[in-house]
């Protein structure tokens, strides 16, 4: 198995800059080229309404967070015993000083932290899901009919970022020129979000170019989208689990043209 991507591979990062660093170091450290081109714009709710909100709110028996941006502008309102929704966003509670009591066992998605036995009968309890502006209500549909009482905390939102004509013309170069091997793509709203993004000349070549993704949804979406398209399955979230697939992909090309 090849260690190192071949000379000149470059992948397209569009996770959020401020998260795309290691990402985008490890592809570089091991001869690829990184193109970040976040498609998700995090835009912090201000704190003292986060605060409000939560005041509010009854204390919880179990607090959820759905992802690391959950956790940079939520995780001061946590209570009961707290949750995951996958290894990396346990991680960044850690590195916050929270105590992580459940995180799936296997997986990284609303299915695996509800196959965990903690929230198997929730009858008399409330849960806190700590979160962005609305998206899948799978979590807290469950939760409800496990007999628990459900409250958002609404900590940050999510949006289209602002890209500059000469970013675009930039993105379309390098692309044409064939300098863009695989795409990175990390959710189903930055499927979508790249999708509306990508210059017009770009889209049949985004189709064609193998995407790497964590997330079983998205290959879903992907399908849904453009038929045939190709994709790989990274194994985690973490870094070296997108990095080791990319890799593996480089390996065995995919024409672009």
């Keep these: 198995?090849?260690?190192?991507?071949?000379?000149?591979?470059?992948?397209?990062?569009?996770?959020?800059?401020?998260?795309?660093?290691?990402?985008?170091?490890?592809?570089?450290?091991?001869?690829?080229?990184?193109?970040?081109?976040?498609?998700?714009?995090?835009?912090?709710?201000?704190?003292?309404?986060?605060?409000?909100?939560?005041?509010?709110?009854?204390?919880?028996?179990?607090?959820?967070?759905?992802?690391r941006n959950a956790v940079a502008h939520g995780a001061a309102h946590s209570g009961g015993r707290i949750a995951a929704i996958g290894p990396t966003t346990a991680q960044a509670l850690r590195d916050a000083g929270r105590h992580v009591d459940i995180v799936p066992a296997d997986g990284f998605d609303s299915e695996a932290l509800l196959a965990r036995p903690e929230f198997a009968d929730l009858r008399g309890r409330t849960v806190r899901i700590v979160r962005g502006d609305p998206g899948r209500e799978l979590l807290a549909?469950?939760?409800?009919?496990?007999?628990?009482?459900?409250?958002?905390?609404?900590?940050?939102?999510?949006?289209?970022?602002?890209?500059?004509?000469?970013?675009?013309?930039?993105?379309?170069?390098?692309?044409?020129?064939?300098?863009?091997?695989?795409?990175?793509?990390?959710?189903?709203?930055?499927?979508?979000?790249?999708?509306?993004?990508?210059?017009?000349?770009?889209?049949?070549?985004?189709?064609?170019?193998?995407?790497?993704?964590?997330?079983?949804?998205?290959?879903?979406?992907?399908?849904r989208l453009s038929p045939g398209a190709p994709a790989a399955l990274a194994p985690g979230t973490g870094t070296a689990d997108i990095v080791e697939t990319l890799i593996a992909l480089a390996g065995n090309p995919t024409p672009t043209d």
Excluded: H
């Design 141 to 223: 549909g469950e939760f409800e009919r496990r007999g628990a009482r459900v409250d958002y905390l609404q900590a940050y939102t999510r949006g289209l970022p602002e890209v500059s004509r000469d970013d675009l013309d930039a993105l379309a170069a390098r692309w044409q020129a064939g300098g863009i091997g695989a795409v990175v793509v990390m959710s189903v709203q930055s499927l979508s979000n790249l999708r509306e993004l990508v210059p017009a000349g770009c889209r049949a070549r985004l189709a064609a170019t193998p995407l790497v993704t964590p997330a079983a949804r998205v290959l879903k979406e992907l399908e």
């Design 1 to 67: 198995m090849a260690d190192a991507f071949p000379a000149g591979f470059g992948v397209l990062v569009t996770r959020p800059r401020e998260q795309a660093a290691a990402l985008t170091a490890a592809i570089e450290a091991r001869g690829g080229t990184a193109i970040v081109f976040p498609v998700l714009d995090i835009r912090p709710r201000p704190p003292a309404e986060v605060a409000a909100d939560a005041e509010r709110l009854p204390d919880p028996d179990f607090t959820v967070f759905i992802s």
